[in-house]
């Protein structure tokens, strides 16, 4: 897609992971999201097992703590190896249109939310630019709860928007990432 010049057009840091065939998924993610919105950096490939969750058991929808960055290769260390990336994207596209791209993006390239703990592919809206999206609760949805907890989604971001600012924090991806590092 051109550059989106469109009114309104603000920078979505997206988070992707993988736990099943992840050196096919990512990739392809890649390309879809190049079509569907303008696409401006991505990180490096973060590789490792599941991150625990508050009580101390592995979270199989939870993507890994970056342990280490990798070529875009298959990984074979361990049974359960999450890939985690993030990408920085230029949309003026609302955030319910946004989710249901990426809901079509995760489908057509295989993720069956009935198999939970096998995710091919997993897209999340992790931060846009500015905003504060809130459920029909007012539980926070964006930016994602994970960005200022876990080092999947911290550090990949940092990398592709260091100094864009997490809306309710007012601190920058780098300095997030750092204090989870």
Do not use: C, W
Request: proline share 8%; hydrophobic share 40%.
């Amino acid at each position: 897609m051109p550059r989106d010049t469109r009114e309104g057009a603000r920078r979505v840091v997206l988070g992707l992971g993988s736990n099943h065939h992840a050196e096919k998924a990512i990739p392809e993610a890649l390309e879809l999201l190049g079509y569907e919105f303008d696409l401006l950096v991505k990180s490096s490939r973060y590789v490792g097992p599941p991150e625990l969750d508050s009580g101390g058991k592995h979270d199989q929808e939870a993507a890994a703590s970056p342990v280490a960055a990798t070529a875009d290769g298959p990984v074979t260390e361990g049974p359960v190896v999450y890939s985690n990336m993030a990408v920085l994207v230029r949309t003026a596209e609302s955030y319910g249109d946004i989710k249901a791209t990426l809901h079509a993006l995760e489908e057509e390239l295989g993720r069956d939310r009935s198999t939970p703990g096998v995710v091919p592919i997993d897209i999340d809206i992790l931060l846009i630019e500015g905003e504060i999206i809130r459920s029909s609760s007012k539980k926070v949805l964006v930016p994602h709860p994970d960005l200022t907890t876990k080092r999947h989604a911290a550090i990949p971001s940092s990398e592709v928007a260091p100094a864009l600012r997490h809306p309710l924090t007012g601190a920058r991806l780098a300095e997030i990432a750092a204090e989870l590092a």
